[in-house]
C-alpha cells in the first residue's frame, strides 16, 4: 500500500531532510587519502546524534553500522571497516536517519583526489540522472516515466543502470511502496500521487550492471569489477512536481 503523507508529516520530513543533508555534507568533506571508511562512519554516527536524530540503517536487516561505505565496484551497502581510501579511488556515501519517527534517505558519490577522467564522468552522468528522473515527479506521472528517463540518459552516455536494486518509497518505515526502478517503459507502473514521498537512486556502472555480493558479505558490487556511482535524493510529491527534502 502506498502511504500519503499529512501535513503533519511532511513537515517532520522536510526537517529529517535538512538535517540528513546537512550531516551527509559534513561527511563529504571529511573524505580525503588516508582516511578509513570507518572513521567516516564513526564521524557520521555522532554528527546524526548531535541533531537528535538516530541512525536509519544502523540494525535494520542486521546492518551492524550507520553509513554505508561502497568503493570503486562496490555499488551499495558497503560495510565501514579499516580500509584506507586512497587517491583516485571513487565512493558513495548512502546514510539515513530517522527523526521523530520517519526516515530520510540520500547518497552521493565522491572522489578521492584526482581521479580517472572516466571516474569524474561516471560521477557527473549519475549525479545528472538523478536530476532529470527528478523533473519526471508530478503527479499524474509514473514510476516508469522515471526509471525509462534516468536509463535513457545513462545508456546514452555509454553506461549501464544496475537492475537487481531501485529507489523505493519512505515514511515511517525505511523501504515503502512503490519501488522506482532506474530503467523501464514509460506509463508503466504506479502513478505518482500528491503527497507521496519516494527515495530516486540511480545506480550507475561503468561496464556491465550484473552484479555479486561484496567481500565483505554485506555489500553488492559489479561482476565485471567496474566502477560504479550512486546518487540518491527522498523527494516529496507536490501538485506543482517536486519538492526535494534532503537539499540544503
Known sequence: MINIKSSEEIKIMREAGRILAAVL?????????????????????ALILKHEAK??????DNFPFSLCTS??????????????????????????????????????????GKVSFEAKRLINVA??????????????????????????????????????????????????EPKIPNFGKRKTGEKLQEGMVICIE???AMGDYRLEKAQDGYG???????????????ILVTKFGSKVLTEI
Open 55 to 60: 541512525p536509519g540503517f544502523k540494525g535494520y
Open 127 to 176: 549525479k545528472k540522472s538523478l536530476r532529470l528522473g527528478i523533473k519526471k515527479v508530478r503527479p499524474g506521472n509514473t514510476t516508469g516515466d522515471i526509471g525509462n528517463t534516468i536509463q535513457k540518459f545513462v545508456e546514452g552516455q555509454g553506461f549501464s543502470v544496475i537492475r537487481d536494486l531501485c529507489g523505493h518509497g519512505i515514511g515511517k518505515n525505511l523501504h515503502e
Open 220 to 234: 553488492y558490487a559489479t561482476k565485471d569489477k567496474s566502477l560504479t556511482a550512486h546518487f540518491e535524493h527522498t
Open 25 to 45: 555534507k559534513e561527511i563529504e568533506k571529511q573524505v580525503k587519502q588516508g582516511i578509513t571508511t570507518l572513521e567516516l562512519d564513526r564521524a557520521a554516527e
Open 202 to 204: 540511480p545506480m550507475v
Open 71 to 112: 568503493v570503486n565496484e562496490e555499488i551499495v551497502h558497503g560495510l565501514p571497516s579499516t580500509r584506507v581510501l586512497k587517491e583516485g579511488d571513487i565512493i558513495s556515501l548512502d546514510l539515513g536517519i530517522l527523526y521523530k519517527g520517519y526516515y530520510s534517505d540520500m547518497a552521493i558519490t565522491v572522489a578521492v
